[in-house]
């Protein structure tokens, strides 16, 4: 099992409401990718967020961070 933490800064617009909103309108699409065991959204008060991810495999890991969903989820939260 793999296990990875991936973080990013929020555009200051961005506060928990809508940070919080977004991780409701984007966690069932995470129920289909392959080989990822579980997600768990992250946000602090100082504008971070991003997640923790448990992977069966690092091979279905590399595939999600370098395909199109790694480019789909950067460019909603700029």
């Known amino acids: 099992m793999i296990t990875a933490v991936v973080r990013y800064k929020l555009p200051p617009q961005i ?6 909103e977004h991780f409701h309108k984007i966690a069932p699409d995470f129920r ?8 768990h959204f ?7 967020a991003g997640g923790v991810y448990q992977w069966n495999r690092i091979e279905d890991a590399k ?6 969903c790694s480019r789909a989820s950067s460019s909603a939260t700029a």
């Open 15 to 20: 506060d928990y409401a809508a940070c919080r």
């Open 32 to 39: 289909e990718v392959t080989g990822l065991i579980s997600k």
């Open 42 to 48: 992250i946000w602090t008060e100082s504008g971070w």
């Open 63 to 68: 595939a999600f961070y370098t395909g199109p």
